[in-house]
């Protein structure tokens, strides 16, 4: 007999500007799609619902069916206002937090995460052993995450501060961590992973 999972919504940060891309890096195309896109259909894909995109510096022209916009006024002030909007909009037992400039993450990674989840914790994908994104919250977490981070750090404080709380789910073997932040990164990912 299968254990139903916890519904569990899907938030994707796409707010920043992505001043070293020289463009907002929910608006870059791999594969025929844009990442805002990419990152949605993997969540959707891993069975997150509903899926919600924390919107900034561009805020897509075409609506997306399979996701509601958030706006963050205060994109600016970095990603810590970016989890907080994303958080605000929240629904269900638990959130994943998904970044947009990780193309390689995918549903297979976040599934686990799922499968991992625990009433008060928070489950966090690891890479070579270090705790990266995407991150489970569970819905007793949200107002204590919101409330506590900062800056452009996101929620890597609270989880450095509260690894008690935090269960570690390797994912190397079904995703890739990379961020896309330069030029040069985003081509390399063309020329080896797309």
């Known amino acids: 007999m299968t254990t139903a999972l916890p519904s569990t919504c899907g938030i994707l940060l796409a707010a920043g500007a992505g001043r070293r891309m020289g463009k907002p890096k929910a608006d870059l195309v791999l594969d025929g799609e844009t990442l805002l896109e990419r990152g949605l259909r993997m969540l959707g894909d891993a069975g997150c619902a509903p899926l919600f995109a924390v919107v900034g510096a561009a805020v897509p022209d075409r609506p997306n069916p399979a996701a509601t916009f958030v706006p963050n006024l205060g994109w600016e002030s970095g990603m810590a206002s970016s989890l907080r909007a994303g958080l605000g909009a929240a629904v269900g037992e638990a959130a994943v937090v998904a970044l947009v400039d990780q193309p390689g993450i995918t549903a297979a990674a976040v599934e686990r995460l799922r499968a991992a989840h625990r009433p008060g914790f928070a489950v966090a994908a690891t890479f070579d052993g270090d705790i990266r994104t995407p991150v489970l919250f569970d819905r007793a977490l949200w107002d204590e995450v919101s409330s506590a981070v900062t ?44």
């Open 151 to 194: 800056g452009d750090a996101g929620a890597r404080h609270w989880l450095r501060r509260n690894p008690d709380r935090v269960i570690p789910v390797p994912c190397d073997d079904v995703a890739d961590s990379a961020d896309l932040d330069l030029p040069e990164d985003l081509n390399r990912w063309e020329r080896t992973c797309s």
